[in-house]
Structures are given as structure tokens and as C-alpha cells.
């Protein structure tokens, strides 16, 4: 059976103000991204996510989206993002695009508009409501970042409008047939541009409850969500990039801890979503028991056409290399391994295959509001880094691509080999899941026919299948 591009995929996060700089201004931009295509296809990956490039007052980084429909000039232009897809395209490579659905920026022409009155064009492309008797909020909804109120006055018509993140960023109101049609129209007008899908924002959250009704006290969330509604969303989407010949992907941010629950994003497998981030993996800890345990429940929990997806790190949160392996190569090895060998699609994060570590860095230098930096700084190319005056500082260059490059012992070269032996393999690419049983502290399990995987999590060297497997060490076996 002929299986789609995007399962067998290794995609990789490109965070564009921190990934490569072509004109020394200190930002990453879309031509820096242009000149590591060699890069991309030396590392083996089959496809990019670029977080956003569309036009943002960059309160949130570019997701408080004020022009849908252009790139952000200090990333460069409509040109270059057409360059980059054709160039990638020549090597087999695909480029997704971030999309923020949810909320626009207050300084959207949208919202602008809607602001002024309560009968203006575009009013209802939100969602307002009158403060309480006392002036209060007419719920409890909170905001992600400050967790106050979710809820901001305005001047113009005494009314509010929701925010689930910075008061910057505006709801859209998902009962609104109009707003769901100006998404539409955005889509396609990246997918007519050769846009292989989207990483969907927020995917998890899209349609609020219609009545605003109060969250209850042991829901996880700070505002209600529709799911039901947010799933017709989810339907709607799926037709939209289904009706392109090539296949395009939606590829869900869904922040959602429960697997049962995670696995409702893809509906029946074919209809919503086509990967959903799976954060219960990302946070579980590097233990044989935990990792099988999440692996184990995300099969029982899917559609039988519900593709896994798996990733370590992202722009969000801290990076795997120190939160789940302390900076420990032989930990850091390990995780990758089991992210590339899993059965489903695998993500990494511009670093991830350098092991790059969280950066510390300073409180002057600090310019995200919700803490993320961290996370988020310059990608080291080399040892004085690659970078004139970033925006945010470099954390030491001790791991870095020019160095990992030449060296076969490296964690970037062991990367690549496993990317490569990925690539070469049915059994790594579309092959059952099948555990093992395995000693303590072993994690062991089979691909397809013949590909057997095995880790072993623990500071005792183990025997397995007749080998000895080091204190953290991890193998692609064939039996
Ligand atoms: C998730 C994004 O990854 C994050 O960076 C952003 O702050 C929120 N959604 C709000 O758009």
C-alpha cells in the first residue's frame, strides 16, 4: 500500500527569527532559511514547519497575526517564501506554515473595525458581551499568560471581548459562518502557493462555548470549549485542504493531556486532523515504564487510521536535551532514538539534533512575555555561533552544527543516521509497533517484520537478545 509523505516524514521546526540570519540584522529571516536547504537534506528531513512568517506586531512572536496574507518584512518577502517552497520542492522537501485561527492581533484591520461600534462590519468576527451589573467580567474565563480575566473593556461601546492569551490577542468568534469563510480563504490561498498544510495553533480550542458559561471548578481549562463544534471546525478544515490533488496536512497543536480525549482530533482517522501533537509523550519522563506505558496507550486509545505524531521539544517549552535528559549525551541519543524509530511521524526542533540545552538567559535580555526564551535562542552554526547581534543571546556554543558535523561520534551525526536508516526502512517507516519484553529499565520493541529496537534507560549495563547494552544506550537491532 502506497503510504502518504507525511507518516513516513521527518519534519523539522524551523523557529525563522532564531534559525539563520542572511542579513546580519540580528533576526533569523525566510533567505537564511533559503541557504541551509543543503543543510535540511545532508540532515535528511522531509519537510519544514516554519513558525510564523505572516505580518505581526510581534507581541506574541507572530501569533497575534495582523495580515494573514503577507510575510512579516523583517523575515523578507512574498519572493522569498516562493523561492524557499520551489528550492525545497526541488529537493523533495516540503514546507508547512503555522496558522493562528483562534485570535488575531488587536491591531488586525478585523478588529479595528470591530472595535468602533456594535453594528460595524466586522463586529461579530469577535466575541463581546456587556460586564456584569458591578462592571465586572461576565465570566470567569482566564487568560493563558497572566491568568487574570479573560475578558477587556473598551472605551467605544462599554463591551468586552474575550482573549484567551495577551489582551493583543482577540478571539475570533467560530459560530460566525463569516469568520469561518475568511479562514477558508486563507488557507487556500497559502495551499494555491504550494504550501504542503499547516501546524494548526490552538487546534485544541478553536470554538468557545456559545453561552459563555462559567468553567466548572476541575476543568483543565481556562476558558470553555465547544469540542463538539471545534471538531465540526476540524471536519470543515479537512475538506479544505482534501480538495488539493497532492496531499496537504493539517497538523494539530493540541494541548490536551488525556489520550482517549487526544484521539477525538482525529475523528474517525481520516476526517479531522491528520497528526495531533501528543504532549503526554513529550513530558513523559525518560523511563522504560513511562515512555512504553504513553506508547502503549496512544495505539489503544487511536483509530485504527489514526496516524502518531511525536515530538520532544518545541518553541514553547524547555528543551528535552536539559528537562528530560540533564544535558546527558548518552540520555539525549536515547530520546532521539525512540523519537525517530516510533511508529509515526517524528518532529524535531531546530537543535534537537545537536542536543542543544536550554539557555539561561539574563532577566535585561528577556522578551517573551510568557518566558519561553529560553528556548528560543540563536541556533549555534559554529563555535562563535553564526550570528552578529542576535535578538536574544547565544547560550554556549560547546554543541554546535559546524563541529557535530565532522564528527562521527557526535549526537548530530548519530541523528542523521538514524534519520537515514529511517528512510531506508519499511519496517521504521510504516511497520506495526510491537513491545517487547525486556529486563528492567529496557525499552524494547519491534517494527514491521524484522526491525528491533532497543534502550536501555538505566545506569546498569543490560544483556538483551544477546547483547550488551551500555548504561544509556540505545540500538537498532535486526533480528
Ligand atoms: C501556541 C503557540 O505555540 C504559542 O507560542 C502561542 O503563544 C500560543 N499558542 C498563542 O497563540
Known amino acids: ?13 524551523v523557529y525563522v527569527r532564531s534559525f539563520a540570519d542572511s542579513n546580519g540584522d540580528g533576526v533569523g529571516d525566510l533567505r537564511g532559511v533559503i541557504d541551509k536547504l543543503d543543510y535540511f537534506s545532508w540532515l535528511g528531513v522531509d519537510g519544514l514547519w516554519l513558525s510564523p512568517i505572516t505580518v505581526s506586531p510581534d507581541r506574541d512572536w507572530g501569533y497575534d497575526v495582523a495580515d494573514y496574507r503577507d510575510v512579516q518584512p523583517v523575515f523578507g518577502t512574498m519572493a522569498d517564501l516562493d523561492e524557499l517552497v520551489a528550492k525545497a520542492r526541488d529537493r523533495g522537501m516540503r514546507v508547512v506554515l503555522d496558522l493562528v485561527p483562534n485570535h488575531t492581533s488587536d491591531r488586525h484591520p478585523w478588529f479595528q473595525d470591530a472595535r468602533t461600534s456594535r453594528d460595524t462590519r466586522h463586529r461579530h468576527w469577535y466575541v463581546w458581551a456587556d460586564p456584569r451589573p458591578d462592571g465586572s467580567p461576565p465570566n470567569n474565563w482566564r487568560a493563558s499568560f497572566d491568568k487574570r480575566s479573560a475578558w477587556e473593556p473598551t472605551p467605544e461601546t462599554g463591551q468586552m471581548y474575550l482573549h484567551s492569551f495577551l489582551r493583543e490577542q482577540v478571539d475570533l468568534d467560530w459560530w460566525n459562518e463569516e ?134 521539544s518545541n518553541h514553547d517549552i524547555p528543551r528535552f536535551s536539559t528537562r528530560a535528559c540533564g544535558g546527558d549525551e548518552r540520555k539525549i541519543r536515547c530520546a532521539l532514538l525512540a523519537l525517530l524509530t516510533l511508529r509515526g511521524t517524528a518532529v524535531l526542533y531546530q537543535g534537537d539534533e545537536i542536543g542543544l540545552e536550554q539557555v539561561d538567559v539574563p532577566p535585561d535580555r528577556i522578551r517573551d512575555i510568557g518566558d519561553r526564551d529560553g528556548c528560543r535562542t540563536p541556533m549555534p552554526w559554529s563555535r562563535d ?26 549526537i548530530l551525526s548519530f541523528a542523521r543516521d538514524v534519520i537515514a536508516r529511517r528512510r531506508g526502512s519499511e519496517d521504521l517507516q510504516s511497520g506495526p509497533y510491537e513491545r517487547l519484553d525486556a529486563p528492567a529499565g529496557v525499552w524494547a520493541y519491534r517494527r514491521g517484520e524484522s526491525t528491533i529496537v532497543a534502550l536501555n534507560l538505566s545506569d546498569e549495563p543490560v544483556e538483551f537478545e544477546g547483547r550488551r547494552l551500555e548504561p544509556w544506550e540505545g540500538s537498532v537491532l535486526d533480528s
Open 385 to 410: 555561533g553564526g550570528w552578529t547581534n542576535p535578538w536574544l543571546p547565544l547560550g554556549t556554543t560547546a554543541r554546535n552544527v559546524e563541529d557535530q558535523r565532522d564528527d562521527p561520534e557526535s
Open 179 to 312: 469568520v469561518r469563510e475568511a479562514i477558508d480563504g486563507v488557507m487556500r490561498f497559502w495551499l494555491d502557493r504550494g504550501i504542503a498544510g499547516f501546524r494548526l495553533d490552538v487546534a485544541h480550542a478553536i470554538v468557545k462555548d456559545r453561552e459563555l458559561r462559567d468553567i466548572p471548578d476541575d476543568y483543565d481549562k481556562d476558558v470553555l470549549v465547544d469540542v463538539d463544534e471545534t471538531f465540526a471546525v476540524l471536519r470543515r478544515w479537512r475538506g479544505v485542504v482534501d480538495a488539493y490533488e497532492e496531499e496537504r496536512i493539517l497538523l494539530g497543536e493540541t494541548w490536551v493531556m488525556d489520550l482517549e480525549r487526544l484521539a477525538g482530533f482525529y475523528g474517525t482517522g481520516k476526517d479531522q486532523l491528520h497528526l495531533a501533537f501528543n504532549f503526554p509523550y513529550t513530558f513523559a519522563p525518560l523511563e522504560a515504564e513511562a515512555l512504553r506505558d504513553v506508547v502503549a496507550r496512544t495505539h489503544d486509545a487511536f483509530p485504527r487510521d489514526a496516524w502518531p505524531v511525536w515530538m520532544l
Open 1 to 13: 500500500m502506497d503510504q502518504p509523505w507525511w507518516q513516513k516524514a521527518v519534519l523539522y521546526q
